[in-house]
């Protein structure tokens, strides 16, 4: 057995290709770039792509409010307060502030002060609580009865050690016709001061909603959903439509027209149409259970197998045992793709319909054992690996271990793969949790999860349709037979020759999607099929300004513009990227 | 090939498709969280109706659940599905009250007409800006145009009809929305509807001054509706021409947001297409003629180039439906975007299903119609 210090060598040669490659992809970036930057539009795409990426990421530090905070809370104090509605862009109403104190409840109570902060209550969503500021009054601006007539403003005055409470004079107390007053000030909010503007633009440019919401606020927030959205989606359905494309690709044929025939079904209905009614079908769905999962993730797992397979046998210097194991497989394919069809249909019906359709009764042992059987199998299928099955004896097996895992040369693992491999993990980990008799996936499987999963249903077969005709084409070039001959293993020729040279469409629709759904999701959203009410959600926002938009027309404009620009900037990075990998601009 | 064999070739195609059209359709309403059968009892579903043969009782419920065959396999059902299907029965609707053959009967020319009207806009607009682009190629106008090409499809559909209202169909004093009249003040469209207000009266649930055995399709419908109909109109509608102009300029707005957002990918694939074409021998041929240079690109480079955008068509019409869903919502037209809409928030799924097959139907059937016209265009992909 080796130990540490045997392998230096080692070490020191995979640390040294490491850094080749990457010095290698670092002067292919330098060039790209140079390339990228020829086009002025792209590099406005890049820009603005970035800078919403910034944007998200920063929108806690730029936001002047949090979008939830509402002054128009049902409780307290604050009941029957005024926050500006539909306040407009740099208008001065922004910081101003209605309130109403009920006289009659001060005598009783012998209230001296009325002070114009409520607690801060702090909460993720609207149904922790809203956000609250503290307010520090600045002016009094007027003082009304409760019949509308003015009262001078003297007779309260703010208290000169705390600016956030009020001192309402005896006057006020003595007079006992009067039961309520209304006050107006202009409150010092500090939120509402954006520091990277210069003093005296201390408004919201943006205006206010309906709810007296800072909209420049909500608008920032937004970019974190519709990006979240976007990339989710687009980088799913990419996983989703390269295993079936390649499948498709690889196989040609009959499977290739069976998967193609499927893809025309799912382009047969328009996208949007389709969304919706998935969405729709969904909304009992509370959380992502293990059937649920499975039924999706079994038919994209055994296209991978069979394909995996299907590329093993193609190789002419061939494991036997493997063969005879995986073998069956290729052979059964008829009945294996009548099983895809079967579960990428009928999988997709709740774990009810499962046990309904096997006639199993419906338990939660029934459940778990099934998902504890398919996980095995699941696992089963995956370890069926070439070298598994070499050596799958038990004798010796501490030294194999100790083989197999060459602790020697750490680096040597630090592939695409093995990266690819632990983030798949983490974010399973993340993501998944237990309620009482499930395995949940997915916890809190709510709207938004909704429709990306719709947009992943209605979007892969396009690239699915994009990576066969790359598979295709780049199948029967002269590099691939050349590789094959010199006996490369499979995984070589897919993950070095054929995916290497298949990929730069589907970077260019890749990034062009995430574009497509960021539109797609805000016009689910905007039909109310997307975020909750209340969400900052740019669709959203935009729908809930539409009985107000002829006379506030600033509530749609900029959420609308913000949707336009975020997906104005990924289709221009899109195009740059295609103009980058044009084989013609490689000079 | 001759012709007729690659159109049968062509339906036979078709075959596969349609039965998996339906499989989807039936696998997503059977995710429907919502029981038909308690649906159709409401709150009677504890009532008794009748006992089986052992004595036991059967409630409202199971006896739904036996009528509508939930009871049997899926397999089963899906054929009972497939043959309601055939014999046009779609189910009835919860929130018209109506089978949803006739709602869909009655919203399908909507979305059509409007879908077709887009795009002619498109068309023209995206052909000509993508040749004008491909002869001027890198120069200003070229650069402009297909940043608006992008722009345009970058473009939220649903924000781009809220504009477009906003600078053509409201006033610009503040009291607001214009008369629905072009010309009569300031030069405004109308704000939304299908047609004027004072020419809607309720019918079947949808306000439509047109009789119910037109085409559905009312520019069509105006030139029919006869002279009597039209005396009891008000008077700024007493011609069809009138009738005509009134439709118009209420599709003029959704059509045009519909319309300019589908034309920035078609400038795209003309531009593409003519710029390709450009480079080949023939149109060498054709300037060493001595042709003049707009001859060359108008006669012998157009025409081989528009050839592939022949092709787009189809999944034009179906972009177009898609997006009449969002257009038809803002403008409230009664078509079928919005009758899906509308469906969704009262769960009434068999309406979503009717829309879902019935844009299916027309967009399998206007790709057919495309692809027989590319064979008929272009001999060579009969050759495949």
Known sequence: ?587 | MKLHMFVVRRLILLVPVIVGVTILTFTISHLIPADAAAAQCGDKCGIVVGYTDDGDPITAYEANRERLGMNEPLIIQFGLYVTHLYEGDWGESSTYHRPVADVVKDAAPITLEMAFLALFIAYPLGIILGIISAVRQDRMFDHISRFFAIAFVSLPIFWFAMVLQLVFATGTESSGICDPLFGTSGGCFPIYGRHDPSLTYPVDGFASFYPVGGTGFHLIDSWFVTDAELTTLPAEFGSNWLLFKDTLLHLALPCAALGIASSGSLLRYMRASLLEVLHEDYVRTARAKGLSESKVVIVHACRNALVPIVTILGFSIGGAIGGAVLTETIFAFNGMGRVAVKSIQYLDFPVIMGVTLITAAIFLLSNLIVDILYAVIDPRVRLE
């Open chain 1, 1 to 587: 057995m080796r130990g540490w210090d045997e392998g230096e060598e080692d070490r020191k040669e995979s640390l040294k290709r490491l850094t080749e490659a990457i010095s290698q992809s670092g002067s292919d970036i330098w060039r790209s770039w140079r390339i990228y930057r020829r086009s002025l539009l792209a590099v406005v795409g890049l820009m603005l792509v970035l800078s919403v990426v910034t944007v998200s990421i920063f929108a806690s530090d730029i936001a002047v409010e949090h979008p939830y905070r509402n002054l128009q809370d049902t409780q307290d104090l604050w009941t029957r307060d005024y926050e500006p509605r539909r306040a407009h862009p740099f208008s001065e109403e922004c910081d101003w502030h209605e309130q109403s104190i009920s006289l009659t409840q001060h005598r009783r109570d012998e209230i001296v002060t009325v002070v114009a902060v409520s607690d801060n209550k702090v909460g993720e969503s609207i149904a922790d609580g809203y956000y609250r500021d503290t307010l520090s009054v600045i002016e009094l601006l007027s003082l009304k009865d409760n019949k509308g007539y003015d009262l001078n403003t003297s007779l309260i005055s703010i208290d000169p050690n705390n600016s956030s409470i009020l001192v309402l004079s005896e006057e006020l107390y003595d007079n006992m016709s009067l039961t309520t007053i209304w006050l107006t000030y202009e409150f010092d909010n500090e939120a509402m001061h954006l520091w990277w503007m210069p003093d005296g633009y201390d408004v919201c440019i943006f205006g206010t909603n309906n709810d007296g919401q800072d909209m420049f606020s909500k608008v920032l927030y937004g970019s974190r959903v519709s990006l979240r959205i976007g990339i989710t989606v687009a980088l799913l359905t990419v996983t989703i439509g390269t295993i079936v494309g390649s499948v498709a690709g690889y196989f040609g044929g009959r499977v290739d027209e069976v998967i193609m025939r499927i893809c025309d079904v799912f382009f047969a209905i328009p996208g949007l149409i389709l969304a919706m009614a998935f969405v729709t079908a969904m909304s009992a769905i509370t959380s992502l259970t293990m059937p649920l999962w499975l039924g999706i993730l079994i038919p994209i797992l055994f296209l991978a197998v069979v394909s995996r397979t299907y590329l093993t046998s193609t190789i002419p210097q061939e494991n036997q045992l493997s063969n005879q194991v995986m073998g069956s497989l290729v052979r059964n394919r008829n009945i294996f793709l009548g099983l895809l069809v079967f579960f990428f249909f009928v999988g997709l019906i709740p774990g009810v319909s499962w046990s309904e359709l096997f006639g199993i009764s419906e338990s939660r042992e029934w459940r778990l054992s099934a998902a504890i059987g398919i996980i095995l199998l699941l696992g089963l299928i995956g370890l069926a690996d070439k070298r598994f099955i070499e050596k799958s004896s038990f004798d010796g097996a501490e030294e194999r271990v100790s083989k197999s895992l060459d602790w020697t040369n750490p680096w040597k693992y630090l592939t695409l793969r093995t990266v690819a491999v632990f983030v798949a993990a983490f974010v399973l980990f993340r993501w998944s949790g237990s309620t009482d008799d499930e395995i949940v996936v997915i916890e809190n499987f709510g709207r938004l999860w909704k429709i990306q999963a719709a947009l992943i249903f209605t979007g892969w077969p396009g690239y699915a349709r994009l990576i066969r005709g790359q598979v295709l084409y780049v199948k029967e070039m002269t590099f691939v037979e050349a590789a094959k001959s010199v006996g490369a293993p499979p995984g070589r020729i897919m993950f070095r020759h054929i995916l290497p040279n298949a990929w730069a469409p589907l970077l260019v629709a890749f990034t062009l999607d995430i574009g497509g759904t960021i539109l797609s999701a805000s016009g689910l959203s905007f039909i109310g099929l997307g975020a909750a009410p209340g969400t900052a959600e740019w669709g959203l926002l935009v729908s809930d300004s539409r009985q107000f938009f002829v006379f506030d027309p600033h509530l749609m404009l900029f959420p609308g513009l913000a949707i336009a620009v975020t997906t104005l900037g990924f289709n221009l990075l899109g195009d740059g990227i295609r103009d980058v990998l044009d084989p013609k601009n490689r000079r």
